[in-house]
């Protein structure tokens, strides 16, 4: 079976004013693959991120999900994606079983599906207990559960997370990169933003480096190292060498 | 192993005065960095309450100057020494009662809602410092409001009264003496609230109380003003208020004690008037120093079990019942039928809406407005002799057979006037109260139609339902005969439909998805905007069902004509005004939420 590339950005620009976000970043994530989206703070991987869900609209470049445009055919793009935010804000007056059926009825599914799928997602992530409390009475991890379990309602073929295991417990945090993992061996497209690089070396296929709003590198570990300079093996060692903090990590090495 | 030296204590007041020069400089910032529009506004809203307080100052010297004067007693045989004597102690009094049921609400939010807590408890400050720092901030606005007033009267008093020089810092002193005290109370009642009630469940509910009591209150006016057409106040009521004040005036009430001090001290009784004042500001100490002493008990074991509170609310389903899963029971013709004629999105999207705004009492307090001023309205209007033109014997026959109409017809009127306001809330907000949740939505494969007709019908049905009970009620009193009962529906339907259609337009202009209170949520001056152009647009709309049936009733043709050239253009502009601005603003909806 080909390869089928499920996230395609091209000459993506994304401008506030006089400030560039994102310059020119091209990439593309294929099915099957967990692609990691790491850059230093402000660096442009949110905003990329929105730029792929349809939260954002580029000033240039496009977006392709799914095949489909995210300007040109918003729906199909977003029918076929699931997005989890940095922050789960989610409808805190909604109860976690309310919330789900009402994205299922967003995404115009079968009610008896919707019920069923809840009802596995509930249980899945742990939240059946709580499932008939208002999101208000959620801690940070289980409302952040609650948000991807509305991502997978619809089963989607591309999966984007930004910052997905910010404020987990270990379990949930391991619960959430099994899943991932899962939904990558079944052929989608997975691509997360962290700031936790473990979890990139650890769990990505492929990595793309944001820096400045510019994409400095992308590929598997091996083709990144191969970019570093000589003797730099960890993820670490690279991220720092490519987005300009090394200087900072030997002042702090010295300081140490 | 080093042993670090132990860190000496902060001490209070230094840590008082960083934390307030904190919040000075964070206003200075804000007004530093406003636009400049903002800040031209801002200086002449000071220099506005500036003159008005000299105003107040001037008037009240000239007031009670003229009423001291001896000529007053001479002509009349009014003693006003006895009211002017009670003036202080009605300010004084108002001042501490006003404080303390003021403060409620704003030290609830200051001391247990605001978004510094975290970092104030956490650092090395003493919470002493902590409580009253927010004290000072939450009770400063209310200060100074009741002072804007208070202050130019008691100075005026003491200028026009020719009071020794000890009077007017005293005022200054006793004033903050008994603010602090009144202060202190109340945040010890919040406290003491605040370990029974979670503290945002309380904000909840007296911002849904004190929204519904000041309508009441503003509202009981008008009622009271329209029942007794002709208010006079005759010399009889004035001097029974003068008596009621000088009653109040008695040694025997602590809160008197202030002001009947300052004026023993104004004018020359030192040893009553020293005794008083001593008496009222070693109270005022100990009742400030014992909220002091209690808050640093109470204050943080409050804070730190709101924090728990908040996800405490109930026990998990679980501990109370099995969960139980969801059944699926099997799709009714109706549903099946609804589902097509609404799609399941657009359903989704009201169904949540409604739950959300059931469940947030806060919405509720902007909601229960409308009920209101329908139930008082429709009472003013339904009396006898309420109607809009109350029959005159000398009016000619015609204008009899108009101001019939207009009588009968009133009612759609009023039902829109009930609407509107409803649906300026509902509609005009219906994007913006989405908040930070919108990316839900804008995530989601919505059509921008569907999204669109959601927010409209959620907006629509309840005021519709709201328009619909209004007609009933009122036809059943009117003893309206079908067809006007029916016209009355059809006009009611539409020109609420119109008026929806554009205040949706304008919430989707002036989106505001930035806020946590959802007071704050009609944030732009686009709502603004849209409310007034609505307004017009009901009375356009109402003429234009009504208008064509009081021509016909001018002109004696048949009444027939009027029903239908006003329902047909009625239904066409309120039709086009329903479909058409949410049509031309759906690109914009697009693009919500990316700035």
């Known amino acids: ?256 | 192993m080093t042993v670090s030296a132990p860190l000496p204590t902060p001490r209070f007041l230094p840590v008082v005065w960083k934390l307030i020069r904190l919040r000075l400089l964070l206003n200075w910032n804000t007004f530093k960095h406003a636009k400049v529009g903002r800040k031209i506004g801002t200086i002449v809203i000071t220099l506005l309450i500036l003159a008005f307080a000299g105003f107040i100052f001037f008037l009240s010297w000239l007031l009670l100057g003229f009423l001291h004067s001896p000529t007053i007693h001479q002509y009349t045989g009014f003693d006003a020494a006895p009211f002017l004597q009670a003036v202080p102690v009605l300010v004084f009094a108002g001042l501490f009662l006003g404080i303390l049921f003021s403060s409620f609400g704003v030290l609830l939010q200051a001391l247990y809602l605001s978004g510094d807590m975290d970092f104030l408890l956490t650092s090395p400050v003493p919470i002493r410092a902590v409580f009253v720092t927010k004290l000072l901030q939450a009770v400063l606005p209310n200060f100074g409001l009741i002072a804007l007033f208070g202050l130019p009267v008691l100075f005026g008093l003491g200028i026009s009264g020719h009071y020794n020089f000890l009077y007017y810092p005293l005022i200054l002193l006793t004033m903050v003496a008994l603010t602090l005290a009144a202060a202190g109370l109340s945040a010890l009642l919040v406290m003491l609230v605040a370990r029974v009630v979670p503290p945002r469940r309380v904000a909840e509910v007296l911002g849904f109380l004190t929204a519904t009591i000041s309508i009441l209150c503003g509202q009981s006016g008008n009622l009271y003003n329209s029942m007794s057409h002709n208010v006079h106040v005759s010399g009889t009521q004035v001097n029974s208020l003068f008596s009621l004040l000088i009653r109040l005036n008695t040694p025997w009430n602590p809160l008197d004690w202030a002001g009947r001090g300052l004026v023993d001290l104004g004018e020359g009784r030192w040893l009553s008037g020293l005794l008083l004042v001593v008496l009222t500001l070693g109270l005022s100490t100990i009742a400030f120093s014992f909220a002091l002493a209690t808050a640093e008990r109470w204050y943080y074991t409050g804070w730190a079990g709101m924090q728990v509170v908040a996800r405490r609310k109930r026990p998990a389903r679980a501990e109370r019942v099995q969960p139980a899963q969801t059944v699926v029971l099997p799709e009714s013709a109706a549903a099946v039928r609804m589902r097509r004629l609404v799609p399941t999105p657009v359903q989704a999207i009201v169904r949540k809406d409604f739950l959300v705004l059931r469940r947030d009492i806060r919405n509720l307090s902007q909601l229960v407005t409308p009920l209101i001023f329908g139930v008082l309205y429709t009472f003013m209007f339904l009396r006898p002799g309420g109607g809009m033109f109350p029959d005159q014997p000398d009016m000619p026959r015609t204008l009899v057979n108009v101001s019939h109409f207009i009588t009968t017809y009133g009612n759609i009127g009023m039902s829109l006037f009930v609407g509107w306001m409803l649906l300026s809330r509902l509609s005009s907000m219906a994007f913006s109260a989405e908040g930070k949740n919108y990316w839900v939505l804008k995530s989601s494969p919505v059509r921008t139609g569907h999204l669109l007709t959601a927010k409209f019908l959620v907006a629509y049905l309840p005021t519709l339902a709201l328009g619909v009970i209004f007609m009933v009620a009122v036809s059943i009193m009117q003893k309206a005969t079908p067809v006007v009962f029916l016209y009355g529906l059809l006009a009611s339907a539409m020109c609420l439909a119109g008026m929806n259609g554009l205040l949706l337009a304008f919430g989707v202009a002036g989106a505001n998805f930035n806020w946590t209170d959802p007071r704050r949520m009609n944030a732009g001056a686009l709502g603004c905007l849209g409310q007034f152009l609505t307004s017009l647009f009901l009375a356009f709309s109402f003429s234009l069902f009504v208008g064509p049936l009081v021509l016909v009733a001018l002109f004696q043709w048949p009444l027939v004509y009027g029903y239908l050239v006003g329902g047909i253009f009625g239904i066409v502009i309120c039709g086009l005004a329903a479909f058409l601005p949410p049509w031309l603003v759906r690109k914009r909806v697009e693009r919500l939420n990316e700035n």
């Open chain 1, 1 to 256: 079976m080909p390869i089928q590339s499920l996230i395609e950005t091209r000459n993506l620009v994304k401008k506030y004013g006089d400030k560039l976000a994102v310059n020119d970043v091209s990439f593309e994530v294929n099915g099957g693959e967990v692609f990691g989206f790491l850059g230093p703070n402000g660096a442009g991987k949110t905003t990329t991120i929105k730029m792929i869900v349809g939260l954002l609209q580029p000033t240039s470049g496009s977006v392709k999900v799914a095949g489909y445009d995210v300007q040109v055919q918003p729906l199909q793009a977003k029918a076929s994606s699931g997005y989890v935010p940095d922050t789960p804000n989610l409808y805190a007056k909604l109860t976690g079983r309310e919330l789900l059926r009402f994205v299922g009825d967003l995404y115009d599914l079968d009610r008896a599906h919707v019920a069923k799928r809840t009802d596995e997602l509930l249980k899945m992530f742990d939240l059946t207990a709580a499932a008939d409390d208002t999101v208000d009475s959620y801690s940070h991890g289980m409302q952040q559960k609650a948000s991807l379990a509305a991502a997978l309602m619809h089963d989607p073929k591309v999966l984007v997370l930004d910052e997905p295991t910010v404020g987990l417990d270990p379990k949930s945090a391991r619960l959430i990169k099994d899943i991932l993992r899962q939904m990558a061996d079944r052929g989608a497209a997975v691509c997360l933003s962290t700031h936790i690089l473990e979890i990139a070396e650890r769990m990505c296929d492929r990595i793309g480096i944001i820096n400045n709003g510019s994409l400095v590198a992308v590929g598997t570990m091996d083709e990144l190292r191969s970019l570093g300079k000589s003797g730099e093996t960890s993820l670490e060692d690279i991220f720092l060498s490519l987005t300009g903090g090394a200087e900072e990590a030997e002042i702090a090495e010295i300081l140490k």
